[in-house]
């Protein structure tokens, strides 16, 4: 019979899973043990957080759940970044840690965690699996829970005692259960009609994208139905790839940053259609664009999760849905008048607000200009399909608001930002999307600061030989914060300050490639020899940006704090 180690395994293959993220501990080694012969890849992380964050990158990538395995005590609460990545983002994901033998619990023994406890306010489910015989049904019970509705994570504990005892019921060997698929719903005749009904009185509408459960049908479908219907459509904050930003009907993000022009109009539309979308802090420009709990607008909530319509705004109409079978339903409306040409203005002003970046007058900030950069990457990719096609990730940091505003992502699936704003991000998603994804370009953006969250990941990427190239944007500062620490506390620097390392040689002590940029004008060529390398040689690269901390964002320099 098998152990509940290798039942585990068993389980994991049954549910499609073909590559776990993992930091190894002797609290699991009955499931390191089943994956060896398995056809199960093991990534080995260097730390828990980068293991848990290439799993919720997975999860993002395939739309079903990503899996990290890590050890008990500090094991698991060093990936507790990854599960909260996972929470706020909607990503399915399942965590699997290792746990101390049953016979001592509760007398806290060597790095024992109560994971219910721990892990209640960022899992959808936690859960201690006590027998071996019931593995196939938890999990099975944890992939329902992830996928459905809402996204998210699930956290199941394992005692190390129980993966060693065999697998049998009173019925016998226990075995694996059926591939779990999410149950889905659809909106109903008379929530379409009264749909029907709100498009035909709208004068100015508008639509809002968000969420997860989205492919790339759904993706088209949503462009078919806004031009049908005129309605200028935006994206929620790190949701970029949903909409097709050269679309006719595209409004911009409604992100950090946002067009101002973009957040006028959308307090002004009549009808609002947030689809997938939350609406939470940052798209909602901290909760100032709705009224609470009644908009002021006439609003359609449009979601997967029936707990996550209402528990903000209360919406005129409400549809429990995924994208896919929303759109599917709302093909059949008709729309009532001929387009007004809103939709088109509201795509006008979208481009306005992310032509070429340009510095302010009389800015002073030197080194590697960012608008620069991305205009660079932005241009490149009109006549270059690889790097059109190419993942960008990037974690937290102010370096991320030039490329949010300025790159175009024009091919569904190719942003992998955390919208948690987890610093560190960036690095272990290019390395899950890198896996996931060998034929395509990878490349992740960090900050200093963000960079140094899991730059140790780094070393996963050489040992592996995922050609991923890093580019780190260094200003010596958490700018982020000293943004805010100035605003508040004008010259009262604290804590902010960084005194960084020689990135590009850190890289090159990898074996990889390593190279500083120190002017604006010396990026374009870094960046086409980091790419010839990982064409040729395979293996990640790395290009040192050092920048000037008075380049706080786009629009905004230090010194005029």
Known sequence: MPTGGEL???????????????????????????????????????????????????GKLTGRPGVALVTRGPGATNAAAGVHVAKQDSTPMVLLVG?????????????????????????????????????????????HVAMAGRPGPVVLSLPEDMLREGAQSAAGVVAAGPRVEPIESAPSPAQMARLQNLLDQAERPMMVLGGSRWTALARSQTMHFAARFDIPTAVSFRRQTLFDPEHPAYAGDAGLGANPALVERMKRADLLILLGARFSENPSQDFTVLGIPKPQQTLVHVHPGPEEIGRIYTPDLGIVAAPAAFLEAAATLTPARAPSGQAEAAHRSYLDWTAQPERAPGDSAGGVDMGAVIAHLRDSAREDQALREAVLCNGAGNYAIWLHRFHRYRVYGTQLAPTSGSMGYGLPAAIAAKRRLPDREVVAFAGDGCFQMTGMEFGTAAQLGLGVLVIVVDNGSYATIRMHQEKRFPGRVSATALENPDFAALARAYGAFGETVRETSGFADAFARARAHIRAAGGPALLHLLTDVEALTPTLRLSAL
């Open 8 to 58: 585990i395994v068993d389980c994991l293959k049954a549910q499609g899973v073909d590559r776990v993220f993992c930091v190894p501990g002797e609290s699991y080694l009955d499931v390191l043990d089943a994956l060896y012969e398995s056809g199960i890849e093991a990534v080995g992380a260097r730390h828990e957080g980068g293991a848990a964050m290439m799993a919720e990158a997975d």
């Open 99 to 143: 746990q101390i033998g049953r016979a001592m619990r509760g007398r806290e023994a060597f790095q024992e965690v109560d994971y219910r406890q721990t892990f209640r306010d960022l899992a959808k489910w936690v859960e201690e699996i006590d027998q071996a015989a019931r593995i196939p049904e938890v999990m099975s019970h944890a992939w």
